[in-house]
């Protein structure tokens, strides 16, 4: 079913707004067991030629189709705005965010996304409400994981009919390895492997230019690149004194990659809480030193990938 | 949080899934108050409240053995009241036990739906039971308390006015379609499995009288059937609906005999013949009531015996209606067999010896049949014999006892002692039991017959004319036959019985009440294969039968799904604005007769500058106004209902003069 949907919707572009050949809709177990029940109501009121019972039994048939009308309606028009995997440590909860539209006044609640067959879960939109919804996940392993399908699915209003739709939109999880270990960071002695430090002790040390961030000090930009119509440069300098620090993989002593992988990462959390420059080698790679969250997250996130293979999900 | 703080303010707070689930159980319960015996409604009562409470309060509940134990203790309770488990009240009581016992265990929300699920059983077991008009307000409330409680599981978070009206809105939707289902979706003639729900007998006549009996039905205010009359009504006086026939007698009981086997005599019409349609209610008893004397058999399901019972070949346990054709005077055109006139002289040895004596007696100074048939009748117009409903108890010569010592009785004992004085004298007699009258409701165009009609008389064999109708109690209470018991016997009934009767608007009322009931029972209980083809010949289709019926429901089902998708393309109106806005809207369309309209964009503090620009004069009025506005709207307190009031006095004393006043130097 997932494969023969896949070749029919193929990938998806967001925004996507769920129209109607998009849309699944089937009972659910309750469903299943209310059709059965309105059923041998029907063999019964027939039976005893019971005008009264033969009514009941059509107005809980009708019930139901109106209650798959609602259903359907209830995810028709819905608007799936982006959709985002932050990344996080090994063995702590991790999440999908799918960043919900409903463009019309009409209510919307009870809507659920879900991986696979993992626990819902779920949000209600009020009208004309744009609401993340938080997909919360299990507690992973380190590595790359590969999202190649969400399901966004509801049952309300009465849980007999369960309409659903599946998103295919590339979307990768990272997942670091959870900080561990506690042997000292490296100091200046990981120094030598590093780009030439410039200038002299006691001056701030010429780094290079990086491009603009929100909060860099404007005395810090490059005006005059800026007025050659270039991008808004940053000059960046290195504090005079402040240490420069390169983790090295394979300098560690622990035999155990994982353990190797977890020093590392605490090392990294580390040294970017304390404001300082770091780089990392790992066997065949290497990052140059650097600061801020991106690249701490570039850093986490080779650690996170090291020796492994995307995980595609669901397998 | 918004969401919690908008439900409360409200006012209404979601209830627990386990306790919608127990209180659509609970309504299914109720409808069965009065046929389940009242222990296992208090049973059912008793878990729900246990269940609830340990919820609440967390007690103990039972493990698994106890519950087991109590599911086997209840269906043998039911087993060894009901001696089934199959009829339709031993079923109701042990799904009823059943479900309420599952409430102790219900943890998950598919024991809910399960719970749910017996409530919709429930309620089916209510229309197969009684399809009364009156009870239908309480079954659509059952529906719909069943419904409200499956969104209420499937969404938590649902305040109970919420999934009501959900629940409401559906059914609503759904009603036309189950209207069109119910009219087109073809019925079967006849029934797949025997009907297991003849428990007992409800109400009516039986096939054994024992003087006495007749008393107990006529406390019963219940129709029994209605009529509707082809030609002109009959007088009263002519209203004898047969029933059972009694043949044999022990002293003390009259039976119904065995004689599939004898023929039955023809007859002569001699007067008018009379068409009608009855509407028999269910009585779960095998026979059907026609005007003394049927014609002919009304059904092929239905034998009109030799001594002209219409007799059905399975109890009446749904509302059925047939139409009858009777001649009201007849001439026997047979001579009574042997076997016939052995049956009907018969009387057991050695009972009622002063019967007997009297009987020699009388026929001794009449003369002849003729003239002791008459001459019996006199004798009990005579002898100071009073009409009463609660007789002495007779012993075991009853007839004796009536005719020596109390000399007060009812038509059955009148007529029981009518037949025997004559099969005494050696007149082929026997006790004929039914209705007699009835009710004209002028407002439905019917005769209603009820069991307190009930009646019983004599037929004698008079050579050369047949089979005769005697009615001894015509001789002692000749009003019986042009009033209803009720004048005769005011004591029969309840006082607030006697005050609906007494009083001519309120029994018109309940003629108006019954007149909507006879619609109620001939088009919506005893709509059938029949009227569905009816229905279609006079939609126009020529010769209807099942394939017309087929496209039609398909039509239907159309019809109805391009409705819902038409339906489903609209968007639920905007809400009504609330008091507050509807202040700001007049503040703005007062302040557009001065300045410039409130472009869409403006808010309510850019729309006072607008205003101020234009009308400088004003700035400090509107601008405190809107600033208001903009506080009560958009505050962290919101708008009191006192708050919005005020605002809207304020926007309507606020002085807006045409014209800026001249600046002043």
Redesign the interface.
């Given at each position: 079913m997932a494969v023969w949907v896949r070749a029919r919707q193929g990938e998806d572009a967001l925004p996507v707004r769920l129209e109607r050949r998009r849309l699944y809709i089937l009972p659910t177990?309750?469903g299943v067991?209310?059709g059965a029940?309105v059923f041998a109501?029907l063999?019964?009121?027939?039976?005893?030629?019971?005008?009264?019972?033969?009514?009941?039994?059509?107005?809980?048939?009708?019930?139901a189709?109106?209650?798959m009308?609602?259903c359907?309606?209830n995810l028709?028009g819905l608007t799936v705005h982006s959709l985002a995997a932050p990344a996080v440590f090994a063995q702590r909860p991790a999440s999908v965010m799918v960043s919900l539209e409903n463009p019309?006044?009409?209510p919307r609640?009870?809507l659920g996304a879900a991986l696979d067959t993992l626990t819902e879960s779920r949000i209600?939109l009020t009208a004309h409400e744009r609401r993340t919804l938080v997909l919360a996940l299990p507690p992973l392993a380190r590595g790359l994981y590969r999202i190649g399908r969400l399901r966004l699915a509801g049952?309300?209003?009465?849980?007999?009919f369960r309409a659903w739709t599946w998103l295919h939109h590339p979307l990768e999880l990272i997942v670091y390895p959870a900080p561990a270990g506690s042997l000292p960071m490296p100091g200046a002695s990981g120094r030598q492997p590093g780009p030439h430090p410039r200038g002299g002790a006691g001056v701030d040390e010429w780094l290079g230019l990086r491009p603009f961030r929100d909060g860099d000090s404007p005395r810090q930009v490059d005006w005059k690149a800026y007025a050659r119509e270039a991008p808004l440069l940053v000059k960046e300098y290195q504090p005079a004194g402040s240490d420069l620090r390169l983790f090295d993989f394979s300098q560690l002593p622990m035999k155990d990659t994982e353990a190797r992988l977890a020093q590392l990462a605490r090392w990294i959390v580390d040294a970017e809480a304390q404001g300082e420059r770091y780089g990392l080698m790992l066997p065949g790679e290497q990052i140059a030193p650097d600061r801020g969250p991106e690249h701490r997250h570039r850093c986490l996130a080779r650690l996170a990938q090291f020796g492994g293979t995307p995980v595609p999900w669901p397998r | 949080m918004a969401a919690v703080k908008s439900r409360s303010a409200s006012g209404a707070l979601p209830l627990p899934p386990l306790a919608w689930a127990c209180a659509a159980f609970g309504g299914g319960v109720l409808l069965h108050l009065e046929r389940v015996p009242p222990w296992a409604s208090l049973a059912c009562a008793a878990l729900i409240a246990w269940r609830l409470r340990a919820a609440q309060r967390g007690l103990w509940l039972p493990g698994a053995l106890i519950r087991t134990l109590l599911a086997l203790a209840m269906a043998v309770v039911v087993l060894a009241r009901f001696h089934t488990l199959n009829g339709l009240t031993a079923g109701t009581t042990l799904l009823l036990l059943m479900a309420a016992l599952k409430l102790l265990e219900t943890r998950t929300t598919r024991d809910e739906l399960v719970l749910i699920g017996a409530g919709f059983c429930l309620l089916l077991a209510a229309c197969l039971d009684r399809e009364e008009l009156a009870r239908t307000p309480l079954y659509a409330l059952e529906a719909w308390l069943c419904c409200a409680a499956l969104a209420a599981v499937a969404t938590p978070t649902l305040g109970v006015r919420a999934a009501l009206g959900l629940a409401g809105r559906t059914l609503a939707l759904a009603a036309p379609l189950a209207l069109l289902l119910f009219l087109f979706f073809p019925r079967l003639p006849g029934s797949f499995w025997a009907i297991p729900r003849g428990d007992t007998a409800l109400t009516g006549l039986s096939d054994t009288m024992s003087p006495g009996k007749i008393a107990q039905l006529v406390a019963d205010y219940e129709p029994a059937f209605r009529v509707q009359f082809d030609g002109p009504r009959p007088s009263g006086e002519a209203l004898y609906w047969r029933g059972p026939v009694l043949h044999e007698f022990d002293g003390e009981t009259w039976r119904r005999a065995e004689g599939s086997y004898k023929l039955r005599a023809r007859v002569a019409n001699t007067g008018a013949e009379v068409r009608y349609r009855v509407a028999l209610e269910p009585t779960r008893r095998h026979y059907w009531f026609a005007l003394d004397l049927p014609a002919q058999s009304p059904s092929p399901r239905v034998a009109l015996t030799y001594d002209y019972q219409l007799i059905a070949s399975e109890p009446v346990t749904e509302p059925v209606s047939y139409e009858a054709l009777s001649y009201p005077s007849t001439r026997t055109l047979d001579p009574l067999s042997t076997a016939g006139r052995r049956e009907d002289t018969h009387l057991p040895a050695g009972t009622n010896p002063r019967t007997r004596q009297l009987a020699k007696e009388l026929y001794a100074r009449a003369g002849g049949d003729a003239a002791y048939v008459s001459a019996v009748l006199g004798y009990l117009r005579e002898g100071g014999f009073a009409y009463s409903l609660e007789p002495e108890p007779l012993g075991h010569d009853s007839i004796d006892e009536l005719l020596f010592r109390t000399r007060t009785g009812f038509c059955g004992h009148y007529a029981s002692a009518y037949a025997t004085l004559m099969r005494a004298a050696g007149i082929p007699a026997h006790v004929v039991t039914g209705y007699l009258g009835g009710e004209w409701n002028p407002i439905g165009g019917f005769l209603i017959v009820r069991q307190s009609d009930a009646h019983a008389w004599a037929e004698v064999w008079l050579e050369g004319r047949g089979w005769v109708r005697v009615d001894p109690t015509a001789v002692i209470a000749p009003e019986r036959l042009r009033r209803g018991i009720l004048d005769l016997l005011p004591g029969a009934f309840s006082a607030s019985e006697r005050l609906l009767h007494g009083s001519a608007w309120l029994s018109g009322l309940l003629q108006r009440w019954e007149a909507v009931n006879a619609w109620w029972s001939d088009h919506v209980v005893r709509f059938d294969y029949g009227s569905q083809l009816d229905l279609l010949s006079r939609l126009g289709v020529r010769s209807p039968d099942a394939r017309h019926l087929g496209w039609a429901f398909t039509a239907a089902l159309l019809l109805w799904l391009a409705f819902m998708a038409w339906q489903a393309g609209r968007l639920p109106r905007p809400r009504p604005p609330d008091m507050l806005a509807r202040a700001y809207l007049l503040l703005c369309r007062r302040l557009a007769r001065i300045a410039p309209p409130r472009a869409p964009y403006q808010g309510p503090l850019e729309y006072a500058e607008t205003v101020a620009a234009h009308r400088p004069d004003l700035r400090a009025p509107v601008a405190a106004l809107c600033e208001r506005y903009a506080q009560l709207r958009y505050g962290p307190a919101g708008a009191s209902r006192a708050q919005a009031a005020a605002f809207a006095r304020a926007v309507r004393r606020l002085h807006l003069p045409r014209r800026a006043p001249p600046r002043a130097a």
């Open positions: 177990r309750g067991a209310f029940l109501m063999i019964a009121g027939l039976n005893y030629a019971n005008s009264l019972a033969l009514f009941l039994t059509f107005l809980l048939a009708a019930f189709l109106v209650a009308q609602l359907h309606r028709l019309q006044a009409l609640p009870q209600d049952t309300h209003p009465f849980g007999l | -």
